[in-house]
């Protein structure tokens, strides 16, 4: 999170996509919320530090990768 941060403030050009998985240890629904909620966190992280939202795409894997 730092890094891009850093990179953003440099004026680097920033699209990220924040991919939140998850493992087999509990049920199918549970791990894909899990993998969703993980993903929003690490986006909310960026925009408090100042990276514009528009940029951050968050995508859910849950058991399925």
């Known amino acids: 999170i730092q890094?891009?941060?850093e990179n953003?403030?440099?004026?680097?050009?920033?699209r990220?996509?924040?991919?939140g998985h998850a493992d087999r240890a509990g049920p199918?629904?549970?791990?894909?919320?899990l993998?969703?909620?993980r993903a929003q966190a690490v986006r909310e992280a960026l925009v408090?530090?100042?990276?514009?939202a528009n940029e951050i795409q968050t995508v859910a894997r849950g058991e399925s990768d």
């Not at 199918?28 to 919320?33: G, P, S, V």
């Not at 408090?48 to 514009?52: A, E, Q, S, T």
Request: charged share 20%; no cysteine; proline share 7%.
């Open 3 to 5: 890094r891009a941060v």
């Open 35 to 37: 993998s969703a909620r």
């Open 16 to 19: 990220i996509i924040a991919t």
């Open 8 to 14: 953003y403030r440099r004026g680097t050009p920033v």
């Open 48 to 52: 408090r530090n100042g990276l514009p």
């Open 28 to 33: 199918t629904d549970y791990n894909q919320a």
